[in-house]
T-cell receptor, first 114, second 112 residues
Framework: GAGVSQSPSNKVTEKGKDVELRCDPISGHTALYWYRQSLGQGLEFLIYFQGNSAPDKSGLPSDRFSAERTGGSVSTLTIQRTQQEDSAVYLC????????????FGSGTRLTVV | AQSVTQLGSHVSVSEGALVLLRCNYSSSVPPYLFWYVQYPNQGLQLLLKYTSAATLVKGINGFEAEFKKSETSFHLTKPSAHMSDAAEYFCALMDSSYKLIFGSGTRLLVRP
């Protein structure tokens, strides 16, 4: 597609429920990233997929968070047993995989846990 | 460890005035540096990037940034602020494993 697409744009969920956030990267981009943006915390790296390599999960804050990327394209970020501190904007980005390009970001999913 | 520091969480300028947003970095290797802009309820948009080709980098919307190795800085400037420039600006460094490390952001306010 022309840009990085994320869905839903907004999600309100009850504490303890599971949520899935979707990211559709730019066609042909081999690298895909998830970041979290919360008030007072800035932009926090969560996970990084590059081609067929094992993902870099070093930023996932707990084992309640997981992500997968199917067929080297669409990615889903799953948060199990959501907590109020999970409320944030979750941003997805993709890149051709070369350092000098930088990333193209989606518009994000605003998650609110009530 | 690599890091990015943005001085000033908020900067306020008058319309037509010079915009200067400060960014300093720490890196043991030649860095790739980026400036992104975020408008309300939107994702991040790339403004410009430094990839070692030229120290003065021009970006979109009239912004530019100068890479100064001796000062480990990559400050963002625009000669004349416009009301539409009001947004949050993030400086970022790409680390050795291709992850972007972001500064804490600077919110630019433009007064009429």
């Amino acid at each position: 597609g022309a840009g990085v697409s994320q869905s839903p744009s907004n999600k309100v969920t009850e504490k303890g429920k599971d949520v899935e956030l979707r990211c559709d990267p730019i066609s042909g981009h081999t690298a895909l990233y998830w970041y979290r943006q919360s008030l007072g915390q800035g932009l926090e790296f969560l996970i990084y997929f590059q081609g067929n390599s094992a993902p870099d999960k070093s930023g996932l804050p707990s084992d309640r968070f997981s992500a997968e990327r199917t067929g080297g394209s669409v990615s889903t970020l799953t948060i199990q047993r959501t907590q109020q501190e999970d409320s944030a904007v979750y941003l997805c980005a993709s890149s051709p995989g070369t350092a000098e390009y930088g990333y193209t970001f989606g518009s994000g999913t605003r998650l609110t846990v009530v | 460890a690599q890091s990015v520091t943005q001085l000033g969480s908020h900067v306020s300028v008058s319309e037509g005035a010079l915009v200067l947003l400060r960014c300093n970095y720490s890196s043991s290797v030649p860095p790739y540096l980026f400036w992104y802009v975020q408008y309300p309820n939107q994702g991040l948009q790339l403004l410009l990037k430094y990839t070692s080709a030229a120290t003065l980098v021009k970006g979109i919307n009239g912004f530019e940034a100068e890479f100064k190795k001796s000062e480990t800085s990559f400050h963002l400037t625009k000669p004349s602020a416009h009301m539409s420039d009001a947004a949050e600006y993030f400086c970022a460094l790409m680390d050795s494993s291709y992850k972007l490390i972001f500064g804490s952001g600077t919110r630019l306010l433009v007064r009429p």
